[in-house]
């Protein structure tokens, strides 16, 4: 079973970066994919992008194109996503999860990594 | 981009009550890769049902799902105490975004 392990909570200021890891244990996703999902305090949840791992290549949400990244480390089992030009309204949690190989939703998420935008 | 409505936006009812919440999407949902899931305050979400109709595992079978094309539907038979929560559609089937509806609450009456 696998577990998805996010790095920790961050304060960051507007304009800066963040970058965010999401730790697979057990060596390895299991998936195809791996998405990155963030949910502003008492809001939604809101698709930002998925990368596919055999290709390495990524897709992004039109909302975040130009200022989302999402990359991976196959050798260690290890996604990020990192968003720039941060603002207020980033403020959220986000979420990375895998796609299962027979559900192709999303069935593992990690715990969520709360990043605050505040000067 | 596929844009996903969900009613009622909150759902008032009962432990032992039938539960039935909508998902309608803008256009044909593509092999019916519509999921739901559901969210616990302080939790990630939890897949409860992909494919449209298949449960996931150890999901019980209080949790049904159904339709196709751009209406579906999650039916939970018999509420939980439990089950008090959000539940969020997501259509996964043609080519990104994979979008959320906006989510439906389920409170205890």
């Known amino acids: 079973q696998v577990q998805l392990v996010q790095s920790g909570a961050e304060v960051k200021k507007p304009g800066s970066s963040v970058k965010v890891s999401c730790k697979a244990s057990g060596g390895t996703f299991g998936s195809n994919t791996v998405t990155w999902v963030r949910q502003a305090p008492g809001q939604g949840l809101e698709w930002m992008g998925r990368i596919i791992l055999i290709f390495g290549s990524a897709n992004y949400a039109q909302k975040f194109q130009g200022r989302v990244t999402i990359t991976a480390d196959e050798s260690t089992s290890t996604a990020y996503m990192e968003l720039s030009s941060l603002k207020s309204e980033d403020t959220a949690v986000y979420y990375c999860a895998r796609d299962g190989l027979k559900t192709s939703a999303l069935d593992y998420w990690g715990q969520g990594t709360l990043v605050t935008v505040s000067s | 981009e596929i844009v996903l409505t969900q009613s009622p936006g909150t759902l008032s009812l009962s432990p032992g009550d039938r539960a039935t919440l909508s998902c309608r999407a803008s256009q044909s949902v593509s092999s019916n890769y519509l999921a739901w899931y559901q969210q616990k305050p302080g939790q990630a979400p939890r897949l ?6 298949d449960r996931a595992i150890d999901i019980p079978d209080r949790f049904s799902g ?21 539940y969020y559609c997501q259509q996964y089937g043609s080519s990104p975004p994979f979008t959320f509806g906006p989510g439906t609450k389920v409170d205890v009456k």
């Open chain 2, 48 to 53: 409860l049902i992909y494919g449209a109709s």
């Open chain 2, 66 to 86: 159904s339709g196709s094309g751009t209406d579906f539907t999650l039916t939970i038979s018999r509420l939980e105490p439990e089950d008090f929560a959000v």
